[in-house]
């Protein structure tokens, strides 16, 4: 764990480019409204039985996530909602400062804090250069703990948002057909739809009173045969990742094999 660590933006602006900026619903319901896109990521992790609750990791992944079946095998699906741009942000201004200062995401509010509290804060995985980090720059991480009261805040308010989420991403899946997913740990599968369909799903999601589409089983894809091949030795619905449908994408984090 990081224990002690200076920064301070540079304002090289090179954290608001080529971003899946994760949101919640709320925060990706405004941002179509300023006329950005939103995709749905999808992963899948098989959970054949309950874990043991002592594992924070686990639990982390748990309340983060539904309950749902690919075939016969019962899995857990996360869904990520993310701004999605590639190039400069939309609200990234010649200057460098950001036109949606207000406005901007709690992801970019915290960055480069982790969100994810079992993700250790490495500045070589973090776009900001080198004089962000030095040494006279004023302290970020004090044993551990994040010094700014406002950001620590800011990250505990989006651990609270994706948990509870969770309901309105499984309605939105239902409702909007989304039913492949990624192995997770491997790649994401993507769902691209116009900003205005994808306005409506969202906000018709986040309504627990309407009707929902029945949920459908899910289909788990990946770029490894082997993979594929295991997960459908335990009886779930897998395929290679050139079985995508019109509307999704796949973003592997490994090369194929
Ligand atoms: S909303 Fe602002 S801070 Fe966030 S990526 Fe866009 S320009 Fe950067
Ligand atoms: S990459 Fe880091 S230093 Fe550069 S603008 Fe973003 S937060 Fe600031």
Redesign the pocket.
């Known amino acids: 764990m990081t224990t002690d660590l200076n920064f301070a ?8 480019h080529n971003l899946r900026l994760p949101l919640s619903v709320n925060e990706a319901i405004r941002w179509l409204e300023r006329g950005g896109d939103v995709q749905v990521l999808c992963e899948a992790m098989p959970w054949p039985v309950e874990p043991s609750t002592d594992d924070g990791q686990v639990q982390h992944r748990r309340v983060r996530s539904f309950a749902a079946e690919s075939g016969e095998l019962p899995i857990r699906v996360m869904v990520t909602v993310a701004a999605a741009f590639d190039g400069a942000c939309p609200h990234l201004q010649p200057d ?1 400062r950001c036109g949606a200062y207000e406005a901007r995401p709690n992801v970019c509010r915290i ?2 804090a982790e969100v994810n509290p079992f993700i250790e804060l490495m500045p070589a995985h ?4 080198p004089e ?1 980090w030095a040494a006279d720059r004023p302290s970020f991480i004090k044993g551990s703990r994040i010094v700014d009261s406002i950001t620590a805040d800011l990250i505990q308010n989006s651990r609270e948002a994706a948990v509870r989420d969770v309901p309105v991403k499984e309605r939105l899946c239902g409702n909007a057909g989304f039913r492949t997913a990624s192995l997770a740990n491997e790649g994401f599968v993507t769902y691209t739809l116009p900003p205005r369909t994808m306005l409506d799903e969202l906000c018709r999601a986040l309504d627990p009173a309407a009707p929902a589409t029945q949920a459908v089983p899910w289909r788990i894809l990946s770029n490894r045969r082997t993979t594929v091949d295991t997960l459908n030795s335990v009886g779930a619905h897998s395929e290679m990742h050139a079985a995508l449908l019109p509307t999704e994408g796949y973003i592997p984090l490994f090369e194929a094999n």
Not at 126 to 129: D, E, G, S, Y
């Open positions: 933006c540079t304002m090289c602006g090179d954290c608001c460098m960055y480069p973090k776009a900001c250069p962000a």
